[in-house]
């Protein structure tokens, strides 16, 4: 910390309670009242370095009685007036950055300028100040100084003068300046240093990370630091990094923004520091004033910092215009959210559901109306450089879309959500967004679980089945993993008519794969030549045969898993046969039947297919299974 020594005799004031004396060995002969302490002193000291005090003590000297003097408004109080007391003494005191600006203030009040002698108390602190301004520590601890004397330092324009200050080192590297910064001691120890050709050398010193001033200036009230804000955004420094500090910030001040409850409890947010809770009415208009200061460009906060405050403001019953400024800012960047930073509580004054679902729907509609506007026509297509390596990330859209249905089936089980809502926000992710419908099907399976098989029908109606499948259409069946297929084919609780449509979507996957496999077989068999006309030798030939019959293994225990699966399916196609709609509904949607049948009949004179060479170069035949023949068809 900076220091400045003036003066240069003893102490010489003996402190009684509220009451100075000068020790001086002559009689004091005017008496200075600052509020409740008194001040014994002389009056020569007092004449020849002050102003005010040389007219005061003349007033009251004219009026003849005991010289006492009252002065109950001097910025600083009595410890600001006792050390300007010291200087017209010439005691020995300390300037500092902590005592500097009410003692500025003070001389500035008690007129001590130049007319009062070279040297006088102004002009040694404006010295003082020049250099306290030169490091980051001492400026914010003078400008932390400045509330106590908050309206005279402005009107010296030391406050502009600290804030201008911080703001150019803020935005400036301090590494390339060596200015010390978080308080850290300025000194260095010998082990900071090398000998270079004899001369000390200070040691290359660590990074300092962007975030490096954010603590610092977290401490101070909230005008000084939105004028701090202001002019280190004047300056020009990256809306990042102003963003993390503003949060950073708001951390600091909101309790609510760390999990704690209003009250009266305290709040530790500095070692020996302890600071009560602000009120609820508090809380709100800071939390409105930090969300001005947050920059307005697109991904410099944080969503789930955007998403937090905005929960906040719930609570706390910010103001529209607040509350919708979040959302956009939420909306704009919903890419970036997770699950549980969208789990706001309901605060509204009819609470029907356990989340704010509407405030969700509206944070999807501004992140769905935003592309809209960005016109992308296929999002779903990959980057070339991501091909070519393997990897690939998931577009905004589709990361958006697992997002919703994730929240979907976190919110599904509450029995007060109603149909509406729950079919509102799953329609608004188009169908080209999900890649896999699972994430969806997992939330509806959940909805139908808490609004089907309710114990107490009378609170909470029962899904008719018109809505049943009106909730269902928002997945596609084409689009559920095997996984997904094989749970819904069993899902008691989804429409009859959506079982048939995965079974069969299911069979036509099978059949496509199926297909595939014989394909690659057809391959395989034209490119054999029993006769060697490719020029192959005997070992050769003999390698090319086993390489061929390890591909044909393959393909016979794909075929016998594919056959189990089918197996499985019709066994849940019987046990959906026992309802009354079996296959009168099956053959009416798809037309199977007499095509099933007779298809069967064909396949039984195909059951032999040719599938490897001997080692002679003769083809053998290979009795296939009824369902791979069936699906061949």
């Given at each position: 910390?900076?220091?400045?020594?003036?003066?240069?005799?003893?102490?010489?004031?003996?402190?009684?309670?509220?009451?100075?004396?000068?020790?001086?060995?002559?009689?004091?002969?005017?008496?200075?009242?600052?509020?409740?302490?008194?001040?014994?002193?002389?009056?020569?000291?007092?004449?020849?370095?002050?102003?005010?005090?040389?007219?005061?003590?003349?007033?009251?000297?004219?009026?003849?009685?005991?010289?006492?003097?009252?002065?109950?408004?001097?910025?600083?109080?009595?410890?600001?007036?006792?050390?300007?007391?010291?200087?017209?003494?010439?005691?020995?005191?300390?300037?500092?950055?902590?005592?500097?600006?009410?003692?500025?203030?003070?001389?500035?009040?008690?007129?001590?300028?130049?007319?009062?002698?070279?040297?006088?108390?102004?002009?040694?602190?404006?010295?003082?100040?020049?250099?306290?301004?030169?490091?980051?520590?001492?400026?914010?601890?003078?400008?932390?100084?400045c509330e106590e004397v908050l309206p005279y330092a402005e009107e010296l324009h030391i406050v502009s003068r600290c804030i201008n200050s911080l703001a150019m080192k803020a935005c400036s590297d301090p590494s390339l300046f060596g200015w010390p910064v978080s308080g850290q001691d300025t000194a260095k120890s010998s082990k900071d240093t090398i000998l270079w050709n004899g001369i000390p050398t200070e040691t290359k010193q660590s990074s300092v990370n962007d975030d490096w001033w954010y603590e610092d200036v977290s401490f101070l009230s909230l005008p000084l630091y939105k004028r701090l804000i202001v002019a280190i955004t004047s300056n020009g420094l990256k809306a990042e990094k102003i963003a993390g500090s503003v949060a950073f910030y708001a951390m600091r001040h909101l309790p609510l923004m760390n999990g704690q409850q209003s009250g009266n409890n305290t709040n530790h947010v500095n070692p020996g520091t302890t600071i009560s809770i602000p009120s609820e009415a508090d809380q709100r208009a800071f939390l409105e004033e930090i969300?001005?200061?947050?920059?307005?460009?697109?991904?410099?906060?944080?969503?789930?910092?955007l998403l937090r405050l905005?929960?906040?403001?719930?609570?706390?019953?910010?103001?529209?215009?607040?509350?919708?400024?979040?959302?956009?800012?939420?909306?704009?960047?919903?890419?970036?959210?997770?699950?549980?930073?969208?789990?706001?509580?309901?605060?509204?004054?009819?609470?029907?559901?356990?989340?704010?679902?509407?405030?969700?729907?509206?944070?999807?509609?501004?992140?769905?109306?935003?592309?809209?506007?960005?016109?992308?026509?296929?999002?779903?297509?990959?980057?070339?450089?991501?091909?070519?390596?393997?990897?690939?990330?998931?577009?905004?859209?589709?990361?958006?879309?697992?997002?919703?249905?994730?929240?979907?089936?976190?919110?599904?089980?509450?029995?007060?959500?109603?149909?509406?809502?729950?079919?509102?926000?799953?329609?608004?992710?188009?169908?080209?967004?999900?890649?896999?419908?699972?994430?969806?099907?997992?939330?509806?399976?959940?909805?139908?679980?808490?609004?089907?098989?309710?114990?107490?029908?009378?609170?909470?109606?029962?899904?008719?089945?018109?809505?049943?499948?009106?909730?269902?259409?928002l997945m596609n069946c084409q689009k559920l993993s095997l996984d997904a297929s094989t749970h819904a084919a069993q899902n008691e609780r989804l429409p009859l008519r959506v079982v048939v449509q995965v079974l069969f979507f299911e069979q036509l996957r099978l059949r496509t794969s199926i297909s595939g496999w014989f394909f690659v077989s057809d391959n395989l068999d034209s490119t054999q030549n029993p006769s060697g006309s490719l020029g192959l030798g005997k070992n050769d030939h003999t390698q090319h045969a086993h390489s061929n019959a390890a591909s044909f293994d393959d393909v016979r225990e794909r075929v016998s898993e594919l056959e189990k699966e089918c197996l499985s399916m019709r066994q849940e196609l019987r046990k959906l046969g026992k309802t009354k709609r079996r296959w009168n509904f099956f053959s009416k949607t798809f037309g199977f039947g007499e095509r099933w049948r007779s298809t069967n009949l064909k396949n039984q004179q195909r059951c032999n297919v040719e599938t490897q060479p001997s080692s002679a170069g003769a083809p053998q035949k290979h009795e296939m299974g009824e369902v791979g023949v069936k699906f061949m068809a």
């Open positions: 910390m900076a220091c400045m020594r003036l003066g240069s005799k003893p102490e010489a004031f003996h402190r009684e309670g509220e009451t100075w004396h000068c020790m001086s060995g002559l009689p004091s002969d005017v008496t200075v009242k600052i509020n409740e302490s008194s001040f014994h002193l002389h009056k020569f000291p007092l004449l020849s370095r002050s102003g005010l005090l040389e007219r005061l003590i003349n007033e009251a000297t004219n009026e003849g009685s005991d010289c006492i003097i009252e002065i109950h408004d001097i910025p600083g109080g009595a410890k600001a007036f006792e050390l300007a007391t010291k200087f017209c003494y010439g005691i020995k005191l300390e300037l500092t950055a902590l005592n500097a600006v009410s003692l500025r203030c003070a001389a500035e009040y008690l007129q001590m300028t130049e007319d009062y002698g070279e040297g006088n108390l102004i002009s040694q602190i404006e010295t003082f100040l020049n250099e306290v301004f030169s490091s980051w520590t001492d400026t914010i601890k003078a400008l932390e100084r969300v001005n200061l947050l920059p307005n460009q697109k991904g410099v906060a944080q969503t789930k910092f905005l929960r906040m403001a719930m609570m706390l019953q910010a103001s529209s215009s607040c509350r919708e400024n979040l959302e956009k800012r939420a909306g704009a960047q919903l890419d970036q959210a997770a699950v549980e930073d969208l789990l706001i509580p309901n605060k509204g004054y009819t609470v029907e559901t356990l989340y704010d679902i509407e405030c969700v729907q509206r944070i999807v509609d501004h992140f769905m109306s935003l592309n809209q506007l960005a016109n992308i026509s296929s999002p779903s297509i990959l980057e070339e450089d991501q091909l070519m390596d393997g990897s690939y990330s998931l577009t905004s859209m589709t990361m958006v879309a697992n997002l919703v249905d994730a929240y979907l089936a976190e919110v599904a089980p509450d029995v007060n959500l109603k149909f509406p809502k729950f079919q509102q926000l799953a329609a608004v992710i188009p169908d080209y967004a999900r890649p896999l419908a699972d994430g969806i099907y997992h939330a509806i399976d959940i909805y139908l679980k808490n609004n089907v098989f309710v114990l107490q029908p009378q609170s909470h109606p029962w899904l008719t089945e018109a809505e049943r499948e009106q909730i269902c259409r």
